[in-house]
């Protein structure tokens, strides 16, 4: 499966922004999907995961409440949607997916990668 993400920008704290996946090339209801964020000199940090079916979402301590993860299966799309932002969500923010079942944070579970999209907040 290729995905492409989008929607990202400048934003001034206290913000929202939406980011959207497109995922084309396989059968996207089969993948797990996730976001991930790397800031400068970070290593690649869990945000946010998504079943297959829509039906589990499992957030990191630093966005929960914030963020919100979706899906579109008919429309091969995921999403995630980015209220009360702060400065130190500025980061390439990537999507990923994974043909295995079950929920997993760690970056190198994962199969297929987008190429980034830029966030900037700025404060």
């Known amino acids: 499966v290729q995905l492409q993400a989008s929607g990202g920008g400048l934003v001034q704290a206290g913000g929202s922004l939406r980011l959207s996946c497109a995922a084309s090339?396989?059968?996207?209801?089969?993948?797990?999907v996730a976001w991930f964020r790397q800031a400068p000199g970070t290593e690649r940090e869990f945000v946010a995961y998504?079943?297959?079916?829509?039906?589990?979402?499992y957030y990191s301590e630093a966005v929960k409440g914030r963020f919100s993860i979706s899906r579109d299966n008919a429309k091969n799309t995921m999403y995630l949607q980015m209220n009360s932002l702060k400065p130190e969500d500025t980061a390439v923010y990537y999507c990923?997916?994974?043909?295995?079942?079950?929920?997993?944070?760690?970056?190198?579970?994962?199969?297929?990668w987008g190429l980034g999209t830029q966030v900037t907040v700025s404060s």
């Open positions: 990923a997916a994974r043909a295995t079942v079950g929920l997993t944070t760690t970056s190198s579970d994962y199969d297929y």
């Open positions: 090339g396989r059968t996207f209801s089969r993948y797990s």
């Open positions: 998504v079943s297959w079916a829509g039906g589990y979402t």
